[in-house]
C-alpha cells in the first residue's frame, strides 16, 4: 500500500518558524494533489493547504502570507514552511495525498493521510 510519514514538528516560540515535511512511499504511480490539514484540540480538522502536481497551490485566509507549501515529485514529497507563527497555529498538522497506486495489474485511486505531527507555538 502506501504510507505518508511526516516529520518537522515541535514547540516554538510565537513569530517563530518550522518547516514540515511529508514523504509518500510504496506503490504509487502518480500522485496528484497533496496538501496540509490540522485540527486544534476541541475542532474539526482544517485546510492548510494544497498544492497540484503542477504546482497550482491553494490557502487557507488564516495561513496567507505566511505559509508556503511546496513538493517535489521526484521524492513524492511535500513541504509546508511555516513562518511568523502564532499561538493559534498550534494543532495536530496531516499530511493528505491524491494517489493513484499500482498493484497486481490494477491502478487504483485513493486518499491517504499521514499520522499527524505535534506543533506548539507557545511562549
Known amino acids: 500500500q502506501v504510507q505518508l510519514v511526516e516529520s518537522g514538528g515541535g514547540l516554538v516560540q510565537p513569530g517563530g518558524s518550522l518547516r514540515l515535511s511529508c514523504a509518500a512511499s510504496g506503490s504509487i504511480f502518480s500522485i496528484n494533489d497533496m496538501g496540509w490539514y490540522r485540527q486544534a484540540p476541541g475542532k474539526q480538522r482544517e485546510l492548510v493547504a494544497t498544492?497540484?502536481?503542477?504546482?497550482?497551490?491553494k490557502y487557507a485566509d488564516s495561513g496567507k502570507g505566511r505559509f508556503s507549501i511546496s513538493r517535489d515529485n521526484a521524492k513524492n514529497t511535500v513541504y509546508l514552511q511555516m513562518n511568523s507563527l502564532r499561538p493559534e497555529d498550534t494543532a495536530v498538522y496531516y499530511c493528505?495525498?491524491?494517489?493513484?497506486?499500482?498493484?497486481?495489474?490494477?491502478?487504483?485511486?485513493?486518499?491517504?493521510w499521514g499520522q499527524g505531527t505535534q506543533v506548539t507555538v507557545s511562549s
Open positions: 493528505n495525498a491524491d494517489v493513484i497506486g499500482f498493484r497486481d495489474g490494477f491502478y487504483r485511486r485513493n486518499d491517504y
Open positions: 498544492i497540484t502536481s503542477g504546482g497550482r497551490t
